[in-house]
């Protein structure tokens, strides 16, 4: 897990070099200014509210129910014209959801960090907001994940002694859509959907397959406009 968190580490801190060592927009041009956005670089803060629980399949008579959390983070906007942009997020949650199985509910608790990179398509008004759509890939890596069941606590994350693994990885990837609003003062009002691909068991992962999604929304603000 730590080699892959420092890799995304890395990613992100590539796109900040990346976008740094971006060349000046030539003002003589009318067509660099007319492509151009103002700032081709700018950041900024996100606050959300999160719903998450788990796809799952094998687990007969499972139910994973949504509960609230929170996400906290930031985000770099790396602009290419006035309609195109990359954007990396830093993101850290606290999740939880109700696992029903055979009539007994338990509650499971996590708290990660999660770096998504968006493609991402604006349309401007003359006014100066704009809508904005993204898409693209996002690895997520666990921290702490506790299930709870009549008073015992479990860590998901401590291997087994016979087996040698752990109840669940702690790390997934997936793909996530973002949809919002940006006003002309830099404040964003958003949403967001993610679904994992990675099945998430570790033990038991050849017989039931469990895919964490997560829904949220949120508001963010812009620097640097």
């Known amino acids: 897990m730590r080699k892959k968190l420092l890799l995304a580490l890395l990613l992100m801190g590539n796109i900040s070099i990346a976008a740094l060592a971006r060349p000046p927009k030539v003002n003589d041009s009318q067509t660099s200014a007319i492509n151009e956005p103002n700032n081709p670089i700018s950041g900024g803060a996100i606050v959300e ?3 998450s629980n788990f796809l799952h399949s094998g687990a007969g008579g499972g139910d994973s129910r949504m509960k609230a959390g929170f996400t906290v983070g930031g985000f770099m906007n790396f602009g290419i014209n006035k309609s195109f942009s990359v954007q990396g997020e830093m993101l850290f ?6 696992f029903k199985w055979d009539n007994q509910t338990g509650l499971f608790r996590y708290w990660g960090m999660e770096v998504p990179i968006y493609a991402m398509y604006h349309y401007n008004f003359s ?3 704009h809508l904005f759509v ?3 890939p996002y690895t997520e890596f666990g921290f702490d994940a506790v299930f709870k069941q009549n008073g015992r606590k479990s860590n998901l994350y401590e291997k087994n002694e016979s087996s040698g693994l752990a109840p669940l990885r702690d790390s997934n990837t997936g793909f996530g859509i973002k949809i919002g609003y940006e006003f002309p003062s830099g404040l964003q009002l958003h949403a967001t959907y ?5 099945n998430q068991l570790d033990e038991n992962s050849s017989d039931i ?5 997560t829904v ?4 963010a603000y812009r620097f640097g406009k």
């Open 216 to 219: 949220s929304v949120g508001v």
């Open 49 to 51: 509210t999160n719903l």
């Open 93 to 98: 949650h606290y999740k939880n959801s109700d």
């Open 194 to 198: 993610k679904a994992s691909v990675t």
């Open 134 to 136: 993204g898409i693209g």
């Open 209 to 213: 397959k469990m895919h964490p999604q």
């Open 127 to 129: 006014r100066g907001g």
